[in-house]
């Protein structure tokens, strides 16, 4: 299945030229015949690639660097705080960070909106305020028709 996969990673690469690739990894843990050993072997694998072969960054949900711990303290990789961990934890471990966590990120909660604006810097040091790179907010929302 690797080289399958990674060969569409690559394909896909040729398509999108961004210098960014985002790879999920969230939600990972033992699952079915799917072991933590299997998701870091995959994530690792994913990394190597975006990073060494395609040049590029790559980006993924805090899992990847809290769960599985395959996201490195390094230029080329940026972690997605959502959950479980937050923009603080992620930037005091020198990961560059992007927040979206789902207290104020996540649109599906129908919160009044001064509920989502808040200054997600406030409270960090200097150091930490240089990893932050911003927010991103999940606007997902199931519609019955």
Known sequence: MGNCFFGYVRELATLFPDNEMFIGADETSNNGPCTMSDYQALETGLCNLITGELGRTVGGWEEYAFETGVANVAPNYVVNTW?????????????????????HFYLLYQQPYSKY??????GMNAS???????GSIAACKCIKM
């Open 83 to 103: 959950h479980y961990h937050t923009q603080f934890e992620a930037t005091a471990r020198g990961f560059n960070t992007v927040a979206s966590n789902d207290s």
């Open 117 to 122: 604006w808040v200054n997600i810097a406030d």
């Open 128 to 134: 930490q305020k240089a990893l932050l790179r911003g």
